[in-house]
């Protein structure tokens, strides 16, 4: 039922679904990363050595 009306509704064109992936950040244990609050992108004039 629901797939249908995803369907339907992409069909009018008047909505875009939206789908979000992850992003995973891995870093050496000498490095001390530096993320925005959502956890989304790092801030690479933040990060600094350990």
């Not at 339907?8 to 875009?16: F, H, I, N, S």
């Not at 979000?20 to 490095?31: M, Q, R, Y």
Request: aromatic share 16%.
């Amino acid at each position: 039922m629901y797939i249908k009306l995803q369907d339907q509704l992409e069909e009018t064109g008047a909505y875009v679904f939206l789908y979000h992936g992850s992003n995973a950040w891995l870093t050496p244990k000498t490095v001390h990363g530096a993320w925005t609050p959502d956890g989304q992108w790092p801030l690479f004039r933040d990060v600094t050595g350990a």
